[in-house]
């Protein structure tokens, strides 16, 4: 079997890559932040020439968008260096490099799903620190995939379909940002996404098509449209007296960050060059309200 190296092991996608690689033939190596801290080089450098992985697969990073406003340095860190130590390893030892980066790279001044050849502009830094990640790996390493994903939900962690679906059963009430329309995407599906594609890169080796790719859940929805959903099918599941939901624009709620307004991800690149569809983020959600 192929060893899989996966940073950030404890994360969302990286739980659920360290699930699935078995059913992909790959001995899933897993280690969390404790086991490999990615922004330091040398941790990074001796980790890697001990395990001597086939593949990398980068599921850490840095994800508190607001937080990361004040804590630049610690962003910085994961969400940049982090990449480049990786790259630069990969690259020197001839190992393909998996990454993950996000539809916060764009502002979300577009109204049709972002490609890949548009032009980024992050409106947090975040985004900025992500778009530096990425460009560490692709200027560093030409053996990579650079896989953008969008609002991840699942079952491990917190994120806002969790969110939403505690305060829909605890709350009177809840206001619900109705200018801000993007692709939810199951951290599952990313996983699987991932491991298919790092199977097909040793497959095809040589005439694989490396490169960055959008993956991003259909349909794309509000913010409001998501939790409607999620909480539609909390009642079809019985649950009673959930909050009531009321549209409120983005600038009812201040944040630290700014988010972009739209940031869909057009997935047909990898549809056409590897036949992996954009999953239907509805039908991820009904499997996960069904086992929470
Ligand atoms: N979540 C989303 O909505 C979303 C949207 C678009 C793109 N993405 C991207 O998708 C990828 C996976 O995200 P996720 O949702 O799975 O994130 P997550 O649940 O926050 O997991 C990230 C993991 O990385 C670890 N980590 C942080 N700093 C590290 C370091 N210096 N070295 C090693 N590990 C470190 C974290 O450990 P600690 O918990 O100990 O800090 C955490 O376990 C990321 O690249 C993210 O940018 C996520």
Same mark, same amino acid.
């Given at each position: 079997?192929?060893?899989?190296?996966?940073?950030?092991?404890?994360?969302?996608?990286?739980?659920?890559?360290?699930?699935?690689? %078995? !059913?992909?033939?790959?001995?899933?190596?897993?280690?969390?932040?404790?086991?490999?801290?990615?922004?330091?080089?040398?941790?990074?450098?001796?980790?890697?020439?001990?395990?001597?992985?086939?593949?990398?697969?980068?599921?850490?990073?840095?994800?508190?968008?607001?937080?990361?406003?004040?804590?630049?340095?610690?962003?910085?860190?994961?969400?940049?260096? &982090?990449?480049?130590?990786?790259? =630069?390893?990969?690259?020197?030892?001839?190992?393909?490099?998996?990454?993950?980066?996000?539809?916060?790279?764009?502002?979300?001044?577009?109204?049709?799903?972002?490609?890949?050849?548009?032009?980024?502009?992050?409106?947090?830094?975040? &985004?900025?620190?992500?778009?530096?990640?990425?460009? $560490?790996?692709?200027? @560093?390493?030409?053996?990579?995939?650079?896989?953008? =994903?969008?609002? @991840?939900?699942?079952?491990?962690?917190?994120?806002?379909?969790?969110?939403? $679906?505690?305060?829909?059963?605890?709350?009177?009430?809840?206001?619900?940002?109705?200018?801000?329309?993007?692709?939810?995407?199951?951290?599952?599906?990313?996983?699987?996404?991932?491991?298919?594609? $790092?199977? *097909?890169?040793?497959?095809? %080796?040589?005439? !694989?098509?490396?490169?960055?790719?959008?993956?991003?859940?259909?349909?794309?929805?509000?913010?409001?449209?998501?939790?409607?959903?999620?909480?539609?099918?909390? *009642?079809?599941?019985?649950?009673?007296?959930?909050?009531?939901?009321?549209?409120?624009?983005?600038?009812?709620?201040?944040?630290?960050?700014?988010?972009?307004?739209?940031?869909?991800?057009?997935?047909?690149?990898?549809?056409? %060059? !590897?036949?992996?569809?954009?999953?239907?983020?509805?039908? &991820?959600?009904?499997?996960?309200?069904?086992?929470?």
């Amino acid at each position: 079997m192929k060893k899989l190296l996966i940073t950030g092991a404890k994360g969302q996608v990286g739980q659920e890559l360290t699930q699935q690689a %078995n !059913f992909h033939s790959f001995k899933p190596i897993p280690l969390s932040r404790a086991d490999l801290d990615i922004s330091d080089y040398d941790q990074v450098d001796q980790t890697v020439n001990d395990i001597k992985p086939d593949i990398i697969i980068n599921a850490a990073a840095f994800t508190n968008v607001d937080l990361a406003e004040t804590k630049q340095e610690q962003a910085l860190a994961c969400n940049k260096e &982090g990449p480049d130590n990786l790259a =630069v390893t990969a690259a020197k030892l001839n190992i393909p490099l998996f990454h993950i980066s996000t539809d916060f790279i764009f502002d979300g001044e577009k109204n049709t799903p972002y490609i890949e050849d548009d032009d980024p502009n992050p409106l947090s830094f975040y &985004g900025e620190s992500k778009l530096l990640g990425e460009e $560490a790996v692709w200027t @560093v390493w030409d053996k990579h995939i650079i896989l953008r =994903v969008s609002w @991840v939900f699942g079952q491990y962690g917190h994120n806002f379909f969790s969110g939403v $679906a505690d305060w829909a059963k605890n709350k009177k009430e809840l206001q619900i940002v109705s200018d801000q329309v993007g692709g939810p995407t199951p951290a599952n599906a990313v996983a699987e996404t991932l491991l298919v594609l $790092a199977a *097909k890169s040793i497959e095809q %080796n040589n005439s !694989f098509y490396w490169g960055t790719y959008h993956y991003s859940g259909l349909p794309a929805v509000s913010r409001f449209e998501y939790t409607q959903f999620i909480v539609s099918e909390l *009642k079809k599941m019985g649950v009673e007296n959930l909050a009531n939901l009321v549209p409120v624009p983005a600038s009812h709620y201040p944040m630290p960050a700014q988010r972009p307004a739209y940031s869909a991800l057009d997935s047909g690149l990898l549809e056409r %060059n !590897f036949g992996i569809k954009a999953p239907d983020w509805q039908e &991820g959600a009904r499997e996960l309200i069904k086992i929470k």
